[in-house]
């Protein structure tokens, strides 16, 4: 991207357009205007904004942790004086020598009797939901970088989630609900990753972070709403779980439609110079209606032609520049070994005997000191060797789970490897968008999260095994997370840089950096 003058200028009404724009431009980058527009009194609707757009990552917290309670298997009892004692399942025993506990449509499982199930059938509705991320976020990753945009990508995301997840509450039989799980993941796929680019890309270097951060903050809720609307629901039908999640997500999608602006840098990067202006006036219209604004793009240049866009133009963009490529593989294993665990461990804590809802909501709540840290320490730290920190850590906590016996340690265990996860999983989220420029940012986090979903596939079958073995579970997360990890060593740091715009100008600053 060639100089160019200030995309936005905010000023005192009193002073005149003319004596502006004689004025010499103090910003010739997008990056450098954008940042410069959200210091002093030209922040706060565009950081509300972005802010708002970060909610999605919580409605993306229930879908993707919801089956942890639709599906769980419900307590039983013996209703016979001889009702033999077959362990923790009643698979086998006599029809009418036991009962559930609650109505047999509090649960999936105890509605259409998987009790006997094997592994694969009972974690069926959960590894086509994960299905459904992959295979979406494959299919419409690309199109936030190309055709459709940020907005437009999140509104279509959060609206196919919500309206399948509806859907999946009149589910008549198990193939059904699998069906519109899938269907939920399939939108799902781009929630997150629309959502963290739109929202770093409507502000500057200052608030980068801090606004990434908030994401997770929203993740966090999202994930501490579901066990408390659990045990609201418990011993009603697993149905009105989703739809509780369904309909606030509906409105939500509503929202991001009729009042978020589209990234005044995609747009810009695109070749939409006037929808670019538009975008920062309404921003600026937002936060003070007694500004005026002057806009010069005399001397920006903008290198590509809309015309020649194609859908998968961002992946062809990866795929010839090797150094794009190694960054791509490098964080993709990576988050399959953090995906693995991250989605494994909560799916996992009711192998550890514990109270189900306080097993989750510690689960939950471990997200929120993983976010502080994070917060604390992005601008402190280097990103390489403190991901590596917090993806060993987990994978050891994940093999102490297999070594202690004791209650109260194991469940203090699986929180620590949890907690490790997160926090690795934050970093390598906020690393990946300052390793990839605008031009292919989103098609490359996208990338990331269908390498960290492909983890969580794998996840709810090895749980299903784990209640036999606990080394199925909790020692293959170990192994795979530790060994993942180390790729992290192949990426180059990126602690206080600013974002690149195109891969000629990530190109230019390696050079630079190399002499």
Not at 414 to 425: G, K, V
């Amino acid at each position: 991207m060639a100089d160019g003058a200030p995309l936005l200028a905010c000023y005192n009404s009193s002073e005149s357009l003319d004596s502006l724009e004689n004025q010499r431009p103090a910003a010739t980058t997008i990056d450098g205007t954008l940042e410069r527009y959200v210091d002093g009194n030209c922040r706060s609707s565009q950081l509300l904004q972005a802010i708002f757009v970060s909610l999605a990552w919580a409605f993306d917290a229930q879908q993707t942790f919801i089956s942890v309670f639709t599906d769980a298997e419900p307590a039983w009892h013996c209703t016979a004086a001889t009702c033999p004692s077959f362990g923790s399942t009643p698979c086998g025993l006599p029809p009418g020598s036991w009962a559930w506990d609650f109505p047999a449509d509090a649960s999936v499982m105890s509605e259409w009797s998987l009790q006997c199930a094997g592994s694969a059938v009972v974690g069926l509705p959960a590894s086509a939901y994960f299905a459904g991320c992959l295979i979406g976020g494959l299919l419409l990753s690309t199109l936030a970088d190309t055709v459709l945009g940020r907005k437009t990508m999140l509104f279509f995301s959060c609206f196919t989630m919500s309206l399948s997840a509806a859907l999946t509450a009149v589910s008549p039989n198990l193939w059904a609900y699998a069906a519109m799980r899938f269907l939920c993941g399939c939108g799902r796929a781009t929630v997150g990753t629309s959502s963290l680019v739109l929202s770093t890309e409507m502000v500057g270097k200052r608030w980068r972070e801090k606004v990434s951060i908030s994401s997770f903050f929203c993740f966090t809720l999202g994930f501490l709403s579901l066990p408390a609307l659990a045990y609201l629901n418990r011993g009603a039908s697993w149905r009105t779980l989703y739809l509780w999640t369904s309909i606030p997500c509906f409105f939500y999608s509503v929202l991001i439609y009729f009042w978020i602006n589209e990234s005044p840098r995609w747009l810009l990067v695109r070749g939409r110079r006037d929808e670019a202006i538009q975008a920062l006036k309404r921003m600026a219209a937002a936060n003070d209606r007694n500004n005026a604004i002057t806009s010069s793009f005399s001397k920006l240049i903008v290198e590509e032609n809309a015309s020649d866009i194609g859908v998968f133009s961002a992946m062809k963009m990866l795929w010839e520049k090797r150094w794009a490529l190694r960054r791509l593989l490098a964080t993709m294993i990576v988050g399959f070994g953090l995906g693995l665990l991250y989605y494994g461990m909560p799916l996992n804590v009711g192998n550890l005997g514990s109270d189900l809802y306080l097993s989750v909501t510690f689960n939950a709540l471990a997200e929120l000191p993983s976010s502080l840290i994070t917060l604390f320490l992005i601008g402190r730290v280097n990103r390489r060797s403190t991901t590596v920190a917090f993806a060993t850590a987990s994978g050891a906590f994940s093999f102490l789970c297999v070594a202690v016996t004791a209650e109260p340690w194991q469940m203090a265990a699986e929180l620590a490897s949890f907690f490790s996860a997160c926090t690795a999983f934050g970093f390598l989220l906020i690393y990946c968008i300052e390793l990839f420029p605008t031009c292919v940012r989103n098609s490359a986090i996208a990338m990331l999260r269908q390498a960290v979903v492909l983890g969580g596939v794998l996840a709810p079958m090895l749980v299903a095994e784990g209640r036999k073995r606990s080394f199925i579970s909790f020692g293959v997360f170990g192994v795979v997370v530790c060994s993942c990890g180390m790729f992290v060593a192949c990426l180059p740091e990126t602690r206080g840089r600013s974002m690149c715009d195109t891969m000629e100008e990530e190109e230019s600053k390696q050079m630079m950096n190399a002499s």
